[in-house]
């Protein structure tokens, strides 16, 4: 009788060190698994320089919704699944002559549709840690529905549960067949800077439809 007590102290003992044992393993693996995220209202701003120097066009929407497969690597962020949509009505210059003017010009196809700016990427290079990291996103983004290759360098820094992304790329307008805008005299270069700043979110619903 002894010895089974014995033997049941010594198991009983047995569960909680093995439970610490294992615990950071559990951590660990919870921690480097792949989770979604949300992107709702983020910026997306454009600027455009003219044939006139000292007057050059920039638009902004608050509109950028997106989502993204992202996890821990060995050498900082993995970010797959890329998938960004913004609006273009949303798009605004601050004057709403040009507004109609950029989305009749630039962003309506041959039969007057204006379809959503997209983009998709399957995988993002990405080097620094789960902290702060720079990333380049490369993939198709798609203007008047036609997607070209496209690619921009994002800082990615850790915000609460989510991340912070801050980056910079260009467009050509040549590159979807789009000849630069004039009015009045003013044209347009065929290079458009791009920024975006966004917050992206775990998402508590993840489902298979994309962003819509």
């Given at each position: ?5 014995t ?5 009983a ?11 950071p ?9 792949p ?81 959503d ?7 993002a ?30 800082k ?57």
């Open positions: 009788m002894e010895r089974r007590q033997t049941r102290r010594r198991f003992w047995t569960i909680p060190v093995l439970a610490a044992t294992l615990a393993c559990a951590v660990a693996r919870a921690a480097d698994s989770s979604m995220v949300d992107v709702r209202g983020g910026t997306a701003s454009f600027d455009a320089a003219t044939n006139i120097s000292a007057f050059g066009i920039h638009g902004k929407s608050t509109s950028l919704e997106g989502r993204a497969r992202i996890n821990r690597g060995a050498n900082g962020l993995v970010i797959e699944a890329i998938e960004a949509g913004l609006a273009v009505k949303t798009l605004s210059t601050g004057m709403r002559l040009r507004d109609e003017h950029m989305r009749k010009y630039v962003f309506a196809t041959a039969d007057n549709q204006v379809p700016l997209r983009f998709t990427g399957d995988k290079v990405c080097s620094g840690s789960d902290a702060q990291s720079t990333c380049t996103i490369s993939g198709q983004l798609a203007i008047r529905g036609a997607p070209r290759p496209f690619s921009m360098a994002l990615v820094t850790r915000d609460g549960s989510g991340y912070r992304a801050v980056g910079d790329g260009t467009v050509k307008l040549s590159e979807y067949g789009i000849p630069p805008p004039s009015q009045l005299g003013v044209k347009t270069e065929d290079e458009v800077k791009l920024h975006l700043d966004f917050v992206a979110r775990s998402s508590a619903v993840v489902g298979t439809g994309g962003v819509k």
